[in-house]
């Protein structure tokens, strides 16, 4: 039972357009979302949260946008680099001792 | 600040030998998680520990086990290894006043 879904486990952007991750999840108890980069031998990298009671978080060139009603949410990069270039996860948790349930991920590949 | 370390690199063991894997949280950090990612698959939640004391744990045999110590530090116990164990185990730590977790590099187990 995957409770948290990336169904594009690839998506090819050129550089400098926007670059949209998808995510969908069936648990409605999640509170929290986060978004996390990993490059190969690497551990994830945190890039950025939402709050359930919010429904869009921007921090530079990413932005998250939450939607509760169809339990959906979504990165968008702008513009997108070649450094962008990464297998992004998409997280979630219902806090307190839950531990963080991912995705399985999404390899955006930057065409320079 | 010292990020999130763990040891060793690489590891390969025999099918039913025990193992321990060692994790430092980055500094100001009072609570660890540990995951466990398989090939083509987001990190899975295996336990959680705050105040040297397991209070959270995903959907894992008992013989995975862990310690965490006075200076936040932490290990996993793995007995009586299977070839499933194959994986990358990766630790988090995090605030208890916070979601968001920050992942070490990693270690990378082999079960032959």
């Known amino acids: 039972d995957q409770q948290v879904k990336q169904n594009s486990p690839s998506l090819s952007v050129q550089e400098g357009r926007i670059s949209i991750l998808n995510c969908d999840y069936t648990n409605s108890m999640f509170d929290y979302f986060l978004w996390y980069k990993k490059y190969p031998a690497e551990g994830p990298t945190f890039l950025i949260s939402?709050?359930?009671?919010?429904d869009k978080n921007e921090d530079g060139r990413f932005t998250v946008f939450l939607n509760k009603s169809a339990k959906h949410l979504s990165l968008h990069i702008v513009p997108s680099q070649p450094g962008d270039s990464a297998v992004y996860f998409c997280?979630?948790?219902?806090?307190?001792?839950?531990?963080?349930?991912f995705g399985k991920g999404t390899h955006l590949i930057i065409q320079p | 600040e010292t990020g999130v370390t763990q040891s060793p690199t690489h590891l390969i063991k025999t099918r039913g030998q025990q193992v321990t894997l060692r994790c430092s949280s980055q500094?100001?950090?009072?609570?660890v998680s540990w995951y466990q990612q398989a090939l083509g698959q987001g990190p899975q939640f295996i336990f959680q520990y705050y105040r040297e004391e397991e209070n959270g744990r995903g959907n894992f045999p008992p013989r995975f086990s862990g310690l965490q110590f006075p200076n936040y530090s932490s290990e996993l116990n793995v007995n009586a290894l299977e070839l499933d164990d194959s994986a990358l185990y990766l630790c988090a730590s995090s605030s208890s006043l916070r979601y968001e977790q920050y992942f070490g590099p990693g270690t990378r187990l082999t079960v032959t």
């Open positions: 997280a979630a948790t219902r806090g307190g001792a839950d531990g963080l349930t």
């Open positions: 500094s100001g950090h009072n609570t």
């Open positions: 939402i709050s359930s009671i919010k």
